[in-house]
């Protein structure tokens, strides 16, 4: 087949990105491939052409491959110019249900914005991404998508010599907080509007009749990303790089790279090797995306009204706003996951008690186990805090049904709560077998973690307490 590659971001938006030719891979070799997901985009692709297309050895027909420019701030510091240093934009694809998605390449070598990285990936971190951004898609999480992972048969240095990969990303678009303040740092006010004008017609075109259509925007950014961070707390999801050029204005997780999912609840828990301060730990990350949108917000003042000053406070007011809408997505997050129906006074209370008597418990299995109390008990080394929890919160979930939680309650934790996760342990086998070219740990974790809410050992199980501490990498 051939894949209908349309070109809108290219077309709409001249002077932010570059031509750039994806790499030819020498050896291409198919390490797995997202049939569900291609057929969802109208793709019938053989696997000759997803190894060719996806790994670079072949350019499909109609693609017109960009790197595209952004900044960012990184662990705080700003970068007037990052870009895609080792990504290539395929182009977009109109699916059959109306959604326009980009394809991009990523680790499929150098473009002008590179600067001293030699473009490439090795395979564990695309499979890493890969099998995270499955699980979030499956879990209900808005998330970029991953189509196939094919390693080039080339080799890349990193610590040591490792085989090299690329993987193709599906995303809503790669249009980030750091494409606009690229913009916004240059002082260049009209592009930061045709970013905005095509932000808007692309992902929130009901805004485009708002009286303040860049007010609109700001305000949708701040709602979509509250929610999707409040989800991330959720799933005790740790991002590990939130920095302004891995936050997507659509709204979805973009970016995986040290990422890891926290075991015993601890909120300070960080797994990124680079991440010596602790700015993005878990707890940290509602506060961080307040500091990103803000970076937003700074972007989009010129657009917010002719008056400056009067542009300013507006986009305080909405900033100042931040913390507080955060808050409800978390509570809502938490009411699902605490199998509670409508709302009450106390249930932020009741939320806030389960995470101070939840300290070092398994934070997936706790919720999960909630109703059965004998199952819960294994994962606390102190119950005693619970004992004075449980009850508050049977008589919240399934009040008027007695002593014991009724079926109802037991089946909203169980669709709220995944059994499985990507458990730290198990992606690591999965990925260390890979690279020595065992795909067997890898597909057998990918098909528990595609099924998140169905019980399957072991990989519903924390740890074994030799695993030690877990430290996560870049994905370089
Ligand atoms: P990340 O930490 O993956 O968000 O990447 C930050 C910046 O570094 C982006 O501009 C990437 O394109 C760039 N980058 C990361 N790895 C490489 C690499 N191996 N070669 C070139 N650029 C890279
Ligand atoms: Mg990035």
Same mark, same amino acid.
């Given at each position: 087949?051939?894949?209908?590659?349309?070109?809108?971001?290219?077309?709409?938006?001249?002077?932010?990105?570059?031509?750039?030719?994806?790499?030819?891979?020498?050896a291409?070799?198919l390490?797995?491939?997202?049939?569900a997901?291609a057929?969802d985009?109208?793709?019938?692709?053989?696997?000759?052409?997803?190894?060719?297309?996806?790994?670079?050895?072949?350019?499909?027909?109609d693609?017109?491959p960009?790197a595209q420019?952004?900044?960012?701030h990184?662990?705080g510091g700003?970068?007037?110019?990052?870009?895609?240093g080792?990504?290539?934009?395929?182009g977009?694809?109109v699916?059959?249900?109306?959604?326009?998605v980009?394809?991009?390449l990523?680790?499929?070598?150098r473009?002008?914005f590179?600067r001293?990285?030699?473009?490439k990936?090795?395979?564990?971190?695309?499979?890493?991404e890969?099998?995270i951004?499955?699980?979030?898609?499956?879990?209900g999480?808005p998330?970029?998508?991953?189509?196939?992972?094919?390693?080039?048969?080339?080799?890349v240095?990193?610590?040591?010599?490792?085989?090299?990969?690329?993987?193709a990303?599906?995303?809503a678009?790669?249009l980030?907080?750091?494409t606009?303040?690229?913009?916004?740092?240059?002082?260049?006010r009209?592009?930061?509007k045709?970013?905005a004008?095509? %932000?808007?017609?692309?992902?929130?075109?009901?805004?485009?009749?708002?009286?303040n259509?860049?007010l609109?925007?700001?305000?949708?950014?701040?709602?979509?990303?509250?929610?999707l961070?409040?989800?991330?707390?959720?799933?005790?999801?740790?991002h590990?790089v939130?920095?302004?050029?891995?936050?997507?204005?659509?709204g979805?997780?973009?970016?995986?790279?040290?990422?890891?999912?926290?075991?015993g609840?601890?909120?300070?828990?960080?797994f990124?090797?680079?991440?010596?301060?602790?700015r993005?730990?878990?707890?940290?990350?509602?506060?961080?995306l307040?500091?990103?949108?803000?970076?937003l917000?700074?972007?989009?003042v010129p657009?917010?009204?002719?008056n400056?000053?009067?542009?300013?406070?507006i986009?305080?007011?909405?900033l100042t706003?931040?913390?507080s809408?955060?808050?409800?997505?978390?509570?809502?997050?938490?009411?699902r996951?605490?199998?509670?129906?409508?709302t009450?006074?106390?249930?932020?209370?009741?939320?806030d008690?389960?995470?101070?008597?939840?300290?070092?418990?398994?934070?997936?299995l706790t919720?999960?186990?909630?109703?059965d109390?004998?199952?819960?008990?294994?994962?606390?080394?102190?119950?005693?805090?619970?004992?004075?929890w449980?009850?508050r919160w049977r %008589?919240?979930?399934d009040?008027?049904?007695?002593?014991g939680v009724?079926?109802?309650?037991a089946?909203?934790?169980?669709?709220?709560?995944?059994?499985?996760?990507p458990?730290?342990?198990?992606?690591?086998?999965?990925?260390?077998?890979?690279?020595d070219?065992?795909?067997?740990?890898?597909h057998?974790?990918?098909a528990?973690?595609?099924?998140?809410?169905?019980?399957?050992?072991?990989?519903?199980?924390?740890?074994?307490?030799?695993?030690g501490?877990?430290?996560t990498f870049?994905?370089?």
């Amino acid at each position: 087949m051939t894949i209908a590659f349309e070109h809108s971001y290219a077309r709409d938006l001249p002077g932010t990105y570059l031509r750039a030719r994806p790499d030819a891979a020498p050896a291409p070799r198919l390490l797995v491939l997202n049939q569900a997901l291609a057929t969802d985009l109208g793709l019938h692709l053989t696997e000759a052409e997803a190894t060719d297309w996806f790994s670079g050895a072949a350019l499909p027909p109609d693609a017109d491959p960009i790197a595209q420019a952004y900044a960012g701030h990184q662990f705080g510091g700003f970068s007037p110019q990052l870009g895609d240093g080792r990504a290539h934009l395929l182009g977009e694809v109109v699916a059959p249900d109306g959604r326009r998605v980009d394809i991009q390449l990523k680790g499929s070598g150098r473009t002008p914005f590179s600067r001293g990285g030699d473009g490439k990936a090795a395979i564990g971190p695309m499979l890493r991404e890969y099998l995270i951004s499955e699980f979030m898609a499956a879990a209900g999480v808005p998330t970029t998508r991953s189509l196939a992972v094919v390693a080039t048969g080339e080799e890349v240095w990193r610590e040591t010599k490792l085989p090299g990969a690329v993987l193709a990303r599906v995303a809503a678009s790669h249009l980030r907080v750091g494409t606009f303040q690229f913009f916004a740092a240059r002082g260049d006010r009209d592009q930061v509007k045709a970013l905005a004008d095509y %932000a808007i017609a692309r992902h929130y075109p009901d805004l485009a009749e708002a009286a303040n259509p860049y007010l609109a925007l700001l305000d949708a950014v701040i709602d979509r990303q509250a929610a999707l961070v409040a989800e991330w707390m959720g799933l005790g999801f740790i991002h590990g790089v939130m920095n302004t050029d891995n936050m997507a204005i659509s709204g979805e997780t973009i970016d995986y790279g040290p990422c890891a999912f926290m075991e015993g609840y601890a909120p300070g828990t960080v797994f990124s090797s680079i991440d010596h301060q602790g700015r993005y730990a878990y707890a940290n990350q509602p506060l961080i995306l307040a500091w990103n949108l803000a970076r937003l917000a700074e972007t989009l003042v010129p657009l917010l009204d002719a008056n400056q000053d009067k542009a300013i406070e507006i986009a305080n007011d909405r900033l100042t706003g931040i913390a507080s809408r955060y808050r409800e997505a978390w509570l809502a997050v938490m009411r699902r996951k605490l199998g509670l129906l409508g709302t009450d006074q106390g249930d932020a209370a009741l939320a806030d008690d389960l995470l101070t008597a939840m300290q070092g418990a398994d934070w997936t299995l706790t919720f999960r186990r909630l109703a059965d109390e004998a199952a819960l008990r294994p994962l606390f080394a102190d119950f005693t805090p619970m004992e004075a929890w449980l009850p508050r919160w049977r %008589a919240r979930a399934d009040a008027g049904v007695g002593a014991g939680v009724g079926a109802g309650v037991a089946d909203r934790l169980a669709q709220a709560n995944p059994a499985v996760i990507p458990r730290n342990h198990q992606v690591e086998e999965a990925l260390s077998a890979a690279t020595d070219g065992d795909m067997t740990p890898f597909h057998a974790l990918l098909a528990a973690i595609q099924a998140p809410f169905a019980e399957s050992e072991p990989y519903m199980l924390p740890a074994p307490t030799g695993f030690g501490h877990y430290v996560t990498f870049c994905g370089t």
